[in-house]
C-alpha cells in the first residue's frame, strides 16, 4: 500500500492511450519511469473490464516493484479490484468522503481543483494532495475550468498546506515557474506520452524543475 514506500509528488504522468499510440500504454509508462517519473494515474476509457484489469493489474505490480505509487482516475471499483494506491477524482466526480469510505484510510485521494475555496473544501473533506487543474491552458481537456495561471497556484498554495500538483499545459519551459510559485510537483500528458523518447523528456522536466527545486 501507499504507506509502504514514500511518496514524490515532483514528476506525475497522467496516462493517454491516444497519445501513447501503437507504442501501448505501458511501454511509455516504463520509459517514462526510466527517466524519473514518480507518479502515475491511469486516465483511460475502461472498455473491457476483464481485459482493463488485466492490464492496470499488470502495469501496477510493475510499478509497486519501483516503489511509484499508481493512481487510479475516477474509477474506485477498478481502484480497488487492482490494488491501486490511490484514487483521483475531479469535481464532477464522485465526493472525497465518499472515496474514502469505500477505499479506507490507506489509500491516497487527490482531488481536482482551479479555486481556493475548492482547495479549502477538499482539505477539509480528506483529500491527501491537490491536482491544480489547469495552472495553463491544455488542449488535452478542453473542458476544464478556466486556467488558474501562477497567481492562482501561488493563492491556492498560501491558502492549504496539502501537496499540490499542477497540471495543464506544463512543459520543461516553464516547470521551474510552475515549482517557483508554490507546485510540489507537476503533472504531465502530452509532455510525455506524445514525446518521441519518454524517457528523454522526463529526464529533461526533472531537470528543468531541477533548477528551481533541486530535485
Known amino acids: 500500500m501507499t504507506n509502504a ?3 514524490n509528488y515532483s514528476l506525475y504522468l497522467v496516462t493517454d492511450a491516444t497519445l501513447a499510440g501503437s507504442r501501448g500504454v505501458a511501454a511509455v509508462v516504463q520509459a517514462a519511469v526510466a527517466g524519473g517519473v514518480t507518479m502515475v494515474q491511469w486516465r483511460e476509457k475502461r472498455g473491457n473490464d476483464r481485459a482493463a484489469l488485466a492490464r492496470v493489474q499488470q502495469l501496477r ?30 469535481q464532477g466526480d464522485l465526493h472525497c468522503a465518499e472515496v474514502r469510505r469505500r477505499v479506507g484510510g490507506e489509500r491516497l485521494i487527490g482531488v481536482s481543483i482551479s479555486t481556493v475555496a475548492e482547495a479549502m473544501q477538499a482539505e477539509r473533506d480528506g483529500a491527501d494532495y491537490l491536482g491544480v487543474s489547469p495552472v495553463f491552458s491544455t488542449p488535452t481537456k478542453p473542458d476544464a475550468p ?3 495561471g501562477l497567481d492562482g497556484l501561488r493563492a491556492i498554495r498560501a491558502a492549504v498546506r496539502l501537496p499540490l500538483v499542477a497540471i495543464g499545459g506544463i512543459h520543461a519551459g516553464n516547470a521551474a515557474a510552475v515549482m517557483a ?34 530535485l
Open 181 to 214: 510559485a508554490g507546485a510540489d510537483g507537476v503533472a504531465v500528458v502530452s509532455a510525455v506520452m506524445a514525446a518521441a523518447d519518454p524517457c528523454a523528456a522526463a529526464k529533461k522536466l526533472r531537470a528543468a524543475m531541477g533548477t528551481k527545486r533541486g
Open 5 to 7: 514506500f514514500p511518496i
Open 61 to 90: 505490480e510493475w510499478l509497486r516493484l519501483r516503489q511509484v505509487p499508481f493512481i487510479m482516475n475516477d474509477d474506485v471499483d477498478l481502484a480497488l479490484a487492482c490494488d491501486a494506491d490511490g484514487v483521483h477524482v475531479g
Open 146 to 148: 478556466s486556467a488558474a
